[in-house]
């Protein structure tokens, strides 16, 4: 057998626009899905899905051994940060906000969370972002800390 490394870690990523602010018209979302599936090619990152909302992302990635979750979430928030304002893809400038989510996913669980990322505007029909994130949270037992 070879020495090579091998992984197979899902990885649900989840971050929102500074103060949450519903900034990215769908125009924009659609380019933002875009770029973020040509980066993650070229920095041979597997991403599965993603949904750009208004307000935040969602995406589903395969993490590659040479890479931490922490670098990982800083290639994907500097670098389309970086192409939004670059690109003048919006007229404000543009910001992510602190932090992430970065929550592991399950063989067995793969196609349930790829779904519901692909379906991202029904869910909102029901619940608003700050709603779906407290429940993703709890669902995988953290504890909630507000910031003020």
Not at 51 to 66: E, G, R, Y
Not at 125 to 130: E, G, H, P, Y
Request: glycine share 4%.
């Amino acid at each position: 057998m070879s020495t090579h490394s091998f992984s197979k870690i899902w990885i649900h990523f989840i971050w929102e626009t500074l103060d949450k602010q519903r900034i990215l018209p769908k125009p924009a979302r659609l380019k933002l899905s875009d770029f973020l599936y040509s980066y993650c090619i070229g920095k041979k990152i597997f991403m599965k899905t993603n949904f750009v909302n208004a307000n935040h992302v969602h995406a589903l990635i395969d993490l590659p051994t040479k890479i931490s979750v922490e670098e990982c979430i800083k290639l994907l928030k500097g670098s389309s940060s970086h192409y939004i304002n670059k690109n003048r893809v919006i007229s404000a400038k543009f910001s992510w906000g602190r932090g992430y989510g970065a929550f592991s996913v399950s063989a067995s669980q793969l196609a349930n969370v790829e779904s519901y990322i692909k379906n991202q505007e029904e869910h909102h029909k029901i619940k608003n972002f700050t709603e779906e994130y407290r429940m993703i949270i709890k669902k995988y037992g953290l504890e909630c800390v507000e910031n003020g």
